[in-house]
C-alpha cells in the first residue's frame, strides 16, 4: 500500500484557516467542487470568516496559474498535489437513502467516497471541523481527521490561570510579610512574569501571604492596595485583586482576563478603564489614557436577527447594549454624564468591524467576549495598539458562539497562551461568580 495520503478538505477546515492547505506534508489534498461553492458564499463576510474565504480564493488563483487544478497543482515544494474534483465518480448506493443527496456535507463526503474508489490502495481521509460530518464519515466507512493544527492546549483545563500556590518555610512567609526581599530559586519551578503566587507556610497551611513573581532575578512583589476601590469597585476575591493589580499597572500592556459569566471580568475592566481616563481628570490631574475604547465581536447568540436597521451606531447598539449596561451601572445609572463623556470622546464604543487600518495611541482598549475571536481577528486587532496604549482581553471560553473556534483555537486563549512569558503582559482565571447566586448556580450546573 502506498503510504502517501490522500487528505480530502472540507469547508470548515479552510474557513478556519485558509492556510491549511500547506499543514499537510507532501500528501496530496483534494477540494471537492462542493467546497469551492460554499467558500464562495463567505467571501463577502467582513469578519475573520470572510477574510480566510477571500485568502483560500487568492491561494487557489495563484495556483491555478500554475496549471489545471482538476489534474493537479503541486502545492508548493515538499508539499503534495492539490486536486479540485466533483462526487461525479460517487455510485449511488456509496450514501445511504437517508442522507439527502442535495445537502453540501453529503455531496463532500460522496466526494471522499469516489476518491477512495479511484484510489483503492491508498489512505484516503476526510478532515472537516464538523463534529457530525466527522460521525457520519465515520459511519459511511471513512476514515476522518478534525483539523487542530492551531489547537494551542489540550483542553480548556490545560489553559494558563496564571496564578499558582507554592510552599514555602515558614519564615518566609514572615519575612514577606515585614517587607524583606524574597527571591526564588529557578530550579525549584517555572513560574511566568507577573503570574500571582500564594505562598503558603509549610507548617500551618492557613498562613498565606499573596505575591506577584516578576522574575527569578528580582524579588517578590506586594500587591497593591486598592482598600478605596476602583471607581468604586472593591475585589471580593483574590483572583479579582489579582485582575485589578494587571488592570491598572501601567507597565503592563496586556491584560487577558478568562472567567465564567458573573465573575467580574468585564466590570473590573471597564471600572479600571475609568479610572485612568477619565477619574484623573475629575480631579483635574493628567489622565493615564486619553480614552477609553470598548468594543466586542459582532457575534450573535442563537439565530440571527439579519440585517439591521438605520446608521452604524443604530445597527451597532443591540451588540454593544452589555457594555453600556456595564458603564451605566458605574456611572451610577447617570446617562447624562455618560453621554457628555460619549460625546466628547472620552469613552468610545466602537465596532470591530472597522478597526483595520487604524492606529490607536494613548488609549485604554476593552475587547469583551474575545472567546469569539479567530486568531487572524485577534491579531488584526492587537496590531492596531499604538504608543502608549494598553489592551484588556475579557471574555469566557466556555461560552462560545462563533462556529469556527473552540476552546483551545480561540483568539484569547492563543493570547492567554502566547503572552504569557513576556512581562508586558499579565493574565488572570476568574473562578468564582460573584454576580449573584442565581448567576453563579446558572453558570455551574447547567
Not at 499543514?23 to 467571501?43: A, R
Not at 498535489?81 to 442535495?102: M, Q, V
Not at 504608543?387 to 471574555?395: A, F, M, Q, V
Not at 461568580?433 to 453558570?443: D, P
Request: charged share 25%; proline share 3%; aromatic share 8%.
Amino acid at each position: 500500500m502506498s503510504r502517501k495520503k490522500i487528505y480530502v478538505i472540507d469547508t470548515s477546515v479552510l474557513l478556519t484557516n485558509a492556510a491549511s492547505i500547506y499543514s499537510f506534508g507532501n500528501n496530496d489534498l483534494v477540494l471537492p467542487f462542493k467546497v469551492l461553492e460554499e467558500i464562495d458564499k463567505h467571501k463577502k463576510r467582513q469578519d475573520g470568516v470572510g477574510s480566510q474565504s477571500r485568502k483560500i480564493i487568492r491561494i487557489l488563483d495563484e495556483l491555478r496559474s500554475k496549471g489545471s487544478l482538476f489534474k493537479g497543482v503541486r502545492i508548493r515544494k515538499g508539499k503534495g498535489i492539490l486536486y479540485a474534483w466533483g462526487a461525479e465518480a460517487a455510485k449511488e448506493g456509496d450514501l445511504p437513502e437517508d442522507l439527502d443527496k442535495s445537502i453540501a456535507d453529503h455531496i463532500i463526503i460522496a466526494t471522499a467516497l469516489a476518491v477512495k474508489r479511484r484510489h483503492p490502495t491508498q489512505k484516503i481521509i476526510m478532515v472537516s471541523r464538523d463534529i457530525n460530518m466527522r460521525v457520519i464519515c465515520d459511519s459511511v466507512g471513512l476514515l476522518t481527521e478534525d483539523y487542530i493544527n492551531h489547537q494551542i492546549v489540550k483542553n480548556s483545563d490545560s489553559i494558563y490561570t496564571g496564578f499558582a500556590s507554592r510552599l514555602v518555610d515558614d519564615e518566609i512567609v514572615d519575612r514577606f510579610y515585614n517587607k524583606e526581599d524574597i527571591y526564588l530559586d529557578r530550579e525549584d519551578a517555572n513560574y511566568y512574569p507577573n503570574q500571582f503566587l500564594m505562598l503558603v507556610s509549610s507548617a500551618n497551611e492557613k498562613k498565606t501571604a499573596l505575591a506577584k513573581f516578576i522574575s527569578f532575578t528580582e524579588p517578590l512583589q506586594p500587591l497593591l492596595n486598592f482598600n478605596r476601590g476602583i471607581w468604586g469597585i472593591k475585589s471580593r476575591n483574590k483572583e479579582q485583586s489579582f485582575a485589578l493589580e494587571l488592570l491598572m499597572d501601567p507597565n503592563i500592556q496586556i491584560v487577558t482576563l478568562v472567567g465564567r459569566a458573573g465573575s467580574g471580568k468585564t466590570l473590573c475592566a471597564i471600572a479600571a478603564g475609568l479610572q485612568q481616563t477619565v477619574e484623573d481628570l475629575m480631579s483635574k490631574g493628567e489622565p493615564a489614557y486619553s480614552r477609553l475604547i470598548v468594543s466586542r465581536p459582532v457575534q450573535p447568540l442563537g439565530r440571527d436577527l439579519g440585517y439591521l436597521p438605520g446608521t452604524m451606531e443604530e445597527k451597532m447598539k443591540p451588540w454593544l447594549a452589555p457594555i453600556q449596561d456595564n458603564l451605566q451601572f458605574l456611572m451610577g445609572n447617570d446617562k447624562t454624564t455618560l453621554e457628555m463623556y460619549l460625546d466628547r470622546g472620552r469613552i468610545e464604543i466602537e465596532a470591530l468591524t472597522y478597526i483595520r487600518g487604524r492606529s490607536i495611541a494613548k488609549a485604554l482598549i476593552i475587547i469583551d467576549e474575545a472567546q469569539n475571536l479567530t486568531i487572524h481577528e485577534l491579531k488584526t486587532i492587537i496590531t492596531r495598539v499604538g504608543e502608549g496604549s494598553k489592551i484588556i482581553l475579557t471574555g469566557d471560553v466556555e461560552q462560545i458562539d462563533n462556529a469556527y473556534v473552540d476552546e483551545t483555537t480561540n483568539g484569547l486563549t492563543h493570547a492567554v497562551e502566547k503572552f504569557k512569558k513576556f512581562e508586558l503582559a499579565g493574565h488572570v482565571t476568574l473562578t468564582k461568580g460573584e454576580r449573584s447566586k442565581v448567576a453563579t448556580y446558572a453558570a455551574k450546573y447547567l
